[in-house]
T-cell receptor
């Protein structure tokens, strides 16, 4: 059972455009929602994260929008650049059990073309 | 500052062979994790260790064993490798960050092919 569904699987955006990646979750116990960025041949690295008591978080060109009632959250990349080309994973965490297991979406491969 | 170090970076095994993937972190983190990454499947948790001395199964533990050797090191063992275990394996660690959620730091991965 996939607990975090991510779409689209791949995305091609023109330089300067807006990239939007969507995720939906099922478990209402999740209490932390990070996004990871992975470049080819590298491990994932935390990009930005949000807690469910906040509807939006912005860091530079990256914004997370969070809709608790719909159990959905999305990543917006403004003014997308070729250097943003990477695979992006949304994730959800339940921290109540004392261990912080990440449940990942299946990833979105973003290509930003000049 | 090394962060999370995985060895080896690449490995080719024959079916039935065994091997151990090594992982070490220098961030004094309590928790460590092993994931596998397959095309179109995202990252799936194999095993994790919430703290030194404890290990627990994740989503896909079959065919693997782990050892939390000490606070720094967490190894993953394939006793009898199968072609289905061809994958990229990532180790991650996280520290206690109350009130800030959990941030996992990943190594660069081990690319394993089982023939």
């Amino acid at each position: 059972q996939q607990q975090v569904k991510q779409s689209p699987q791949s995305l091609i955006v023109q330089k300067g455009g807006i990239s939007i990646i969507n995720c939906a979750y099922e478990n209402t116990a999740f209490d932390y929602f990070p996004w990871y960025q992975q470049f080819p041949g590298k491990g994932p690295a935390l990009l930005i994260a949000i807690r469910p008591d906040v509807s939006e978080k912005k860091e530079g060109r990256f914004t997370i929008s969070f809709n608790k009632s719909a159990k959905q959250f999305s990543l917006h990349i403004m003014d997308s650049q070729p250097g943003d080309s990477a695979t992006y994973f949304c994730a959800a965490v339940y921290s109540g059990a004392g261990s912080y297991q990440l449940t990942f979406g299946k990833g979105t491969k973003l290509s930003v073309i000049p | 500052n090394a962060g999370v170090t995985q060895t080896p970076k690449f490995q080719v095994l024959k079916t039935g062979q065994s091997m151990t993937l090594q992982c070490a972190q220098d961030m004094n983190h309590n928790s460590m994790y092993w994931y596998r990454q397959d095309p179109g499947m995202g990252l799936r948790l194999i095993y994790y260790s919430a703290s030194e001395g404890t290990t627990d199964k994740g989503e896909v533990p079959n065919g693997y064993n782990v050892s939390r050797l000490n606070k720094r090191e967490f190894s993953l063992r394939l006793e009898s490798a199968a072609p289905s275990q061809t994958s990229v394996y990532f180790c991650a660690s996280s520290g206690p960050q109350r009130g800030a959620g959990n941030i996992q730091y990943f190594g660069a991965g081990t690319r394993l092919s089982v023939l």
